[in-house]
T-cell receptor, first 112, second 112 residues
């Protein structure tokens, strides 16, 4: 099992550009989520999904969009990048909600 | 606002010293509790979890944690730390049917 994979590992964007962060898991997990990690703030939930076709907002959803067309994939789209979105982004999955999550290796995003 | 608090931002210990990292949460009702570790440059890995039963839970690498319901606490302990324990440690809580909430993290530096 590859577990949770994320691409790219690093990305630099200019303000206003859009991009998609990819996330995939091969554990047949129903629950998937996206977090951003900022120094001194821990991880904050952006969006989550409890199954294919179902997504919902987390704590900090503004400026981000998600979709879940398959169980395996959960891409995160930045609609118009802003410097405040400079962060490390982690995707995670779990068998179901309320269970431990397995994290991907992260994407370090810099917006200039 | 309801939250997860990790009061120690940075802890510095010598090898073989004992470790205790505090975690308090402010959610009532049923909670699932977790400790994750993030080694430098790596993704989060699960150290241990508590759902129900014995409030003293043992995890990987000699770590343990104690759930004290009356104190809303889930402190992490290790009797003797090693240089390889240098990492950032995150407490996480799933309150009720909600999503996982993280503390801000505690950075542990172990001096050889």
């Amino acid at each position: 099992n590859a577990g949770v994979t994320q691409t790219p590992k690093f990305q630099v964007l200019k303000t206003g550009q859009s991009m998609t962060l990819q996330c995939a898991q091969d554990m047949n997990h129903e629950y998937m989520s996206w977090y951003r990690q900022d120094p001194g703030m821990g991880l904050r939930l952006i969006h989550y999904s409890v199954g294919a076709g179902i997504t919902d907002q987390g704590e900090v959803p503004n400026g981000y969009n998600v979709s879940r067309s398959t169980t395996e994939d959960f891409p995160l789209r930045l609609l118009s990048a802003a410097p405040s979105q400079t962060s490390v982004y982690f995707c995670a999955s779990s068998y179901m909600s309320r269970h431990e999550q397995y994290f991907g290796p992260g994407t370090r995003l810099t917006v200039t | 606002a309801q939250s997860v608090s990790q009061h120690n931002h940075h802890v510095i210990l010598s090898e073989a010293a004992s470790l205790e990292l505090g975690c308090n949460y402010s959610y009532g009702g049923t909670v699932n509790l977790f400790w994750y570790v993030q080694y430098p440059g790596q993704h989060l890995q699960l150290l241990l979890k508590y759902f129900s039963g014995d409030p003293l839970v043992k995890g990987i690498k000699g770590f343990e944690a104690e759930f004290i319901k009356s104190k809303f606490s889930f402190n992490l302990r290790k009797p003797s730390v090693q240089w390889s324990d240098t990492a950032e440690y995150f407490c996480a809580v799933i309150p009720g049917d909600n999503d996982m909430r993280f503390g801000a993290g505690t950075r542990l530096t172990v001096k050889p």
